[in-house]
Every structure is written in C-alpha cells, then in structure tokens.
C-alpha cells in the first residue's frame, strides 16, 4: 500500500493493551497491528487507524431514487450511487454480498477524490447521492467529505444504512445528510444477533436520534423472511413501536426477500406476506406504507389521505406523478410529508 493511499481515520483512540479501538460503530473493534476491524476496511496501520475505502468506491450506477427505495424524497428523479468493498454487519441474508464482503483486494476498486464524486453527480445532472450497496457507515469520512462538498454545489446527499453507528460518530457523518433509507431488518434482539451480528436496540436509538435530533429526511424498510421475521406479532410490535417512536408519517417499506449468500434454503417471500405486513401497519396507523422487490403498483403508488387522489403512480421504478404539485395534492392541497424540491 502506497504512502499516498493512507488516509487516517476519525473516531478511535489506543487502548491500554497497544491495540486500537474503532469507535465509530457500536461493534468497537479492538484491532492489533496489521489487522483490520469486521468491517474489513479499517486498519490499524503503524498504529493508526486507516480508513483503506476512502476515495476507493467499487464502482457508479445511476438510479431511480426510489430504489433506494425513497418514495417521498425527490420522486422520479435519478441518484448517482457508489459503495465500497466490506461492511460492519454480517447479515446472512445480504443481498450484495459480493461488495460487502470483500476486501479491496478482491475486487477492481477505483480512484475517486470526494471531488470527483460530485463532479461526476454534476456531468449526468442528478441531484443527489447515494452512498450505498454496502453500509456507509464504514466509510464515514469519505461520506463527510462528499456530502459538505455536495452541499456547497446545491446536490443533496442519501445514506442507505443499516444505522449501526455510534452515539458520537453519527453526529459527524450525518452533518450534511439530506435523507436516508435505514433498514430495520427485524424486530427481535435474536433475530438481530443470529442473521446480522448486531443489535437491535442500537439500530432503535439512532432512530430515535434521526427524528428528534436532525433534519434528515429518513424512511424505514423492513425485508420480510420467511419465518424469521414476517410474524404477524413482530410486524405489530414494529409498527406500534414506530408510531410511538417516530409518528405516523414515517414512510414504512415491506419488501420481498430472494435466496441469497447464506440463506439459499429460504424460499422467497411470498407476495401474500408482503400484502399482509402492509394490512396490519395501515389499519395500526401507519399512514404511507409499501411493498417492494415485486410488481404491485397499487400498493407501490401513494394517495392522498384527505381525497384518496393518486398522488404517484409506480410501476416497479417507473414513475409518473400524476395529481402532486410540489409538495401538495392537486385536487385538495393536503401536503403531503416528504421533500420534493
């Protein structure tokens, strides 16, 4: 590894036994010389942690920003989003599995300055950026250094998380965040301890912390396995929890669950699951709930509370708005939450 590929990270200090400690998430990684965290891509490197992702993503992609999935924030436009290799969770159900859990030496990672980033946002006009495929948190520097600069040039910045992330750190990463899609990937400390290696509660607390504390625009998804976590119960219990937490207008997404990486003797999740979470979070109070992952416009699209006006239409990420003006519906100027300029 070349001097000028060293970049010092934030957030860790040394410990009484000469390790380093990571404090940017809650797994507190106690790393010795030459070892990296869980997350594979913090360092300790002559006894300092660095942070070998930043300015490495492994690759662009443009999206709908509903594939984030975002359905409140800048409807119908497009995103430019990058990840890098590794990840601090160990979900056995990762759908990107092949980014997440590699090292950089496993994959073509690229070179990419914060400046190139919002340049590169800026030439395919999109408004916006995602950090996202593998969880941000881990690169948390890079994500600073990108979204201040974003922020400068007008374009807004999206973390797509699973919001394991310390109390202090995300104060410092979330300074210049415009919206985030968080994944609340079950509702029970055992099926957050068995299939992702985290906890449940943390990921709980930095919801709570969105909400009453910054001006992020966030949404919630919940993928839905099959006998892990689709009981009629868990659904309640994270829907009650929700609206006591965080109030009705948290925009709440169902989505479909597809055999992956460990997980390859689950079957898919049914369409009739997901049409039965949305039932039970709609008549609990849940005022804009989704399903994804399957072709469903009707359940995909939102109304208008107040009138029952299709507001905007989706066929999978096929947008049309159709009754919204700005912020409001047409026919009966109900706002509707969200930002949509």
């Known amino acids: 590894m070349n001097k000028q590929d060293l970049k010092e990270a934030l957030w860790w200090h040394k410990t009484e036994r000469g390790k380093i400690m990571c404090t940017l998430c809650p797994r507190y990684c106690e790393i010795g010389e030459g070892q990296p965290g869980f997350c594979y891509i913090r360092q300790n490197i002559n006894g300092k942690l660095i942070t070998i992702g930043y300015g490495k993503p492994t690759g662009f992609g443009i999206d709908p920003i509903e594939k984030k999935p975002l359905n409140h924030f800048l409807p119908g436009t497009k995103v430019l989003s990058f990840g890098t290799a590794g990840c601090n969770l160990g979900c056995k159900f990762c759908q990107n599995w092949s980014i997440s859990k590699a090292k950089l030496d496993d994959i073509n990672s690229l070179i990419a300055s914060p400046e190139d980033v919002v340049s590169l946002a800026k030439k395919y006009s999109t408004p916006s950026i995602a950090f996202t495929y593998n969880d941000p948190t881990i690169f948390g520097e890079y994500v600073i250094d990108i979204s201040k600069i974003a922020k400068e040039e007008n374009l807004k910045s999206v973390m797509v998380t699973a919001g394991y992330i310390d109390k202090q750190a995300r104060k410092d990463v979330y ?44 949404e919630i998804t919940t993928l839905l396995i099959p006998d892990e976590n689709d009981s009629d119960e868990e659904i309640k219990n994270e829907c009650e929890w929700i609206l006591k937490n ?67 239409e989706r066929t999978w990420h096929q947008i049309k708005l159709v009754n919204l003006v700005k912020d409001s519906c047409k026919k009966c100027g109900n706002k509707i939450p969200g930002i949509y300029s």
């Open 175 to 218: 300074k210049f965040i415009d919206a985030a899609n968080v994944d609340l990937k079950g509702f029970t400390e055992r099926f957050y301890y068995k299939n992702t290696f985290s906890h449940l509660n943390d990921v709980l607390n930095t919801l709570i912390w969105l909400k009453n504390e910054t001006d992020v625009w966030f």
């Open 246 to 312: 965080l109030g009705e207008n948290i925009p709440l997404h169902f989505t479909a669950f597809h055999p992956d990486f460990k997980m390859m003797n689950k079957i898919s999740t049914p369409h009739s699951t997901l049409i039965r979470a949305k039932n039970i979070a709609d008549q609990m109070g849940i005022k804009y709930c989704y399903i994804g992952n399957v072709n469903d416009t009707k359940n995909q699209s939102t109304y208008c509370l107040n009138c029952g006006s299709l507001l905007i």
